[in-house]
């Protein structure tokens, strides 16, 4: 590694994620729907002329480490020029789900291209079987509208066709309309910061420090990995059922540590399944990088050298590395956060004082649509639930947070009620859920959504079946219910279920608590 300024060195890092979070700013105050300006679903990064990521926003861990090889498959399958924006959302192509749609735009100075700008944001819908895009499908074509990488403005020039063909394949293509375009703005403002710095510091520089950023992540994770000590460890958890057939799906992992690097064998794990928690190598990654990337006390960016001391062997054809056309709309939700379980299982092993016992491991993830007669047109949302966090060795687990793999805010319920013909009966913390230990897990939440018309709803969620695990002797968090209520009768629902209600239903979620951290004493 080049020697350089530190001084210098933490100026540009914090320019840099200045940038991303400002694209992230403007995201979000100028898109449409709840799900983008309210939960914040969305994630802004900056990377060199390779794809390689050397700043990101604190956004989306699941987005985050995808996005690189979504650029870096642009750049391999088309010519780039000034003016351009890519968009794709295409998981077999760096995507991690269909209702993610990322925009990437390219920065060139003197006529070479130097950076790109990029931004991802989960669509409330993009078509497929059912409203919101998360079915319970076998196959991706049931999902949504795939786009590979494509030029939505070209040297400057909005292709209006290609605007009018996905809009034309969803159920609400003005909030559609309205986010695209409010990514693109973002995108805007990041080139125009960019070329500012760029314009003060001079291009060479701003090059090399890109660069160092990233060596400098590189060499600070080496070094937290020279504090394991080596040798394997192993450790696996199952997943509920794929939404299609009732089996569990095992996710293991076998974990090397060899001095300051690491090897994350997913060998074990089950083959790919018929339902829709498939998972992409893209989002297999992002859960491996964010798992490292935590256990980094310092205050490092998210960028490609943490890519460089780990080795991930995800054999083709699993559930953790799918071939299309597998359905993954669950596997960037919800099989992103039982890898980071059961890889934080194995570094319990390695270092049991620094990792906490499991959190709730889903997303909670509830999609709707249908048409409001009040608004004389169609509605879909969607939108994720927290639950409690895991208690670790020096304090207790938090309450209905959002945890790991989703850092999306709640929705309040003001702006659910306005936007959407549903009324929230409640919505409040799921008492003494949390496991019990020297520190307790935190508790889940419960949300109870009542319907005013018909509507379909799709639930993908997990820990309905195993509940999140403890550490040191502290108990599991209790498990998540799913519960449909229609005439005071209740029906208990699946973790994955499809449901039409009735004007009148109650959909009751329960979300799983925290794993408890040691024995009581």
């Given at each position: 590694m080049d020697k350089f300024d530190p001084i210098e060195l933490e100026l540009f890092k914090n320019i840099f994620i200045s940038i991303s979070e400002e694209m992230g700013a403007v995201l979000g105050r100028t898109a449409l729907s709840p799900n983008i300006k309210e939960r914040k679903d969305f994630s802004c990064s900056l990377f060199n002329h390779k794809g390689e990521t050397f700043a990101q926003g604190s956004h989306i861990p699941v987005h985050l480490g995808a996005m690189s090889l979504s650029?870096?498959?642009?750049?391999?399958?088309?010519?780039?020029?000034?003016?351009?924006?890519?968009?794709?959302?295409?998981?077999?192509?760096?995507?991690?789900?269909?209702?993610?749609?990322?925009?990437?735009?390219?920065?060139?100075?003197?006529?070479?291209?130097?950076?790109?700008?990029?931004?991802?944001?989960?669509?409330?819908?993009?078509?497929?079987?059912?409203?919101?895009?998360?079915?319970?499908?076998?196959?991706?074509?049931?999902?949504?509208?795939?786009?590979?990488?494509?030029?939505?403005?070209?040297?400057?020039?909005?292709?209006?066709?290609?605007?009018?063909?996905?809009?034309?394949?969803?159920?609400?293509?003005?909030?559609?309309?309205?986010?695209?375009?409010?990514?693109?703005?973002?995108?805007?403002?990041?080139?125009?910061?960019?070329?500012?710095?760029?314009?003060?510091?001079?291009?060479?520089?701003?090059?090399?420090?890109?660069?160092?950023?990233?060596?400098?992540?590189?060499?600070?994770?080496?070094?937290?990995?020279?504090?394991?000590?080596?040798?394997?460890?192993?450790?696996?958890?199952?997943?509920?059922?794929?939404?299609?057939?009732?089996?569990?799906?095992?996710?293991?992992?076998?974990?090397?540590?060899?001095?300051?690097?690491?090897?994350?064998?997913?060998?074990?794990?089950?083959?790919?399944?018929e339902g829709g928690i498939n998972a992409n190598l893209a989002v297999t990654t992002s859960a491996v990088l964010y798992v490292f990337r935590s256990l980094i006390e310092e205050d490092i960016p998210f960028n490609t050298g943490l890519f460089r001391p780990l080795t991930i062997k995800a054999p083709q054809g699993s559930v953790v590395n799918a071939n299309s056309p597998a359905a993954t709309a669950g596997g960037n939700v919800e099989t992103s956060q039982r890898i980071v379980d059961v890889l934080l299982g194995c570094l319990a092993q390695a270092v049991p004082e620094r990792i906490p016992a499991a959190s709730s491991g889903t997303m909670n993830n509830v999609a709707f649509g249908g048409f409001d007669p009040q608004r004389n047109e169609p509605f879909a949302y969607y939108e994720t639930i927290g639950g409690g966090m895991g208690a670790s060795a020096t304090t207790p687990g938090l309450d209905g947070v959002h945890t790991h793999m989703t850092n999306s805010l709640n929705t309040p319920l003001e702006a659910l009620e306005n936007y959407l013909p549903i009324l929230i009966r409640r919505y409040a913390f799921r008492q003494r859920s949390g496991g019990q230990g020297r520190h307790r897990g935190g508790d889940g939440i419960i949300r109870e959504y009542e319907f005013t018309v018909p509507t379909q709803i799709t639930i993908m969620s997990e820990r309905r079946r195993f509940s999140p695990y403890g550490l040191q002797g502290g108990s599991q968090g209790k498990k998540g219910k799913n519960i449909l209520i229609r005439r005071k009768t209740k029906t208990r629902l699946k973790s994955k279920a499809n449901i039409k209600a009735k004007p009148g239903d109650i959909l009751l979620i329960e979300t799983p608590g925290g794993g408890g951290y040691g024995q009581n004493t």
């Open positions: 650029v870096q498959a642009s750049v391999q399958s088309l010519d780039f020029h000034e003016g351009d924006l890519v968009i794709l959302n295409d998981p077999y192509r760096g995507g991690t789900h269909l209702p993610d749609i990322t925009c990437i735009s390219p920065l060139f100075v003197g006529g070479k291209l130097s950076f790109f700008v990029a931004n991802r944001a989960h669509h409330s819908d993009i078509g497929g079987m059912t409203p919101g895009s998360m079915p319970l499908a076998s196959e991706i074509y049931q999902e949504g509208l795939i786009i590979p990488p494509l030029k939505l403005i070209e040297k400057g020039k909005l292709k209006s066709d290609l605007l009018h063909l996905i809009l034309a394949n969803v159920r609400t293509p003005e909030e559609r309309e309205g986010d695209l375009l409010a990514q693109v703005a973002a995108n805007n403002k990041g080139l125009q910061r960019l070329k500012e710095v760029i314009q003060k510091h001079g291009l060479r520089k701003v090059l090399r420090y890109g660069s160092y950023i990233q060596d400098y992540t590189e060499k600070i994770l080496r070094d937290t990995l020279e504090q394991i000590p080596d040798g394997s460890y192993m450790f696996e958890d199952f997943m509920d059922d794929d939404g299609i057939r009732p089996n569990p799906v095992k996710i293991s992992i076998l974990l090397t540590i060899a001095k300051d690097e690491a090897i994350v064998d997913f060998g074990g794990s089950s083959p790919q399944v």
